[in-house]
């Protein structure tokens, strides 16, 4: 089976996932297929979170807040995401938008998350190939 929208897209690498709009959605329809594509979702806002340069701390923990109630569920009553990671990650990131926000807030989650995409962009990449 062949995956994504262009099917003459070029299948770069993984790190180019994010800078390549052609890759980046053929490979987010490979992940709809396996009913995961909430990881590339999360990947990506917790990469740009990352670099992005907030005009303060308030607009950063704004983010924050917005990207785990998202994508965790943080602030509501159930605190049930669409997104599966460890306690200990849910855990770090509950503290860390409660608090002094950082910008490396996600980074547990993100860096466990790109691990699980890579693998499944190797899968990708042999539907693509064939």
Known sequence: MCFG???KVDIGRFEDLLIDPKLYDAFED???AEYSEENLWFYREATIFLETDFENSQNLRLEAKRIAQKFLGLGSKEEEGILNISRKCFEEIRIGV?????KDVFESARKDIELLLKSKYLNYKISVVG
Do not use: D, E, M
């Open 98 to 102: 409660a608090g002094n926000t950082r």
């Open 5 to 7: 929208r262009n099917l």
């Open 30 to 32: 490979f992940l709809k």
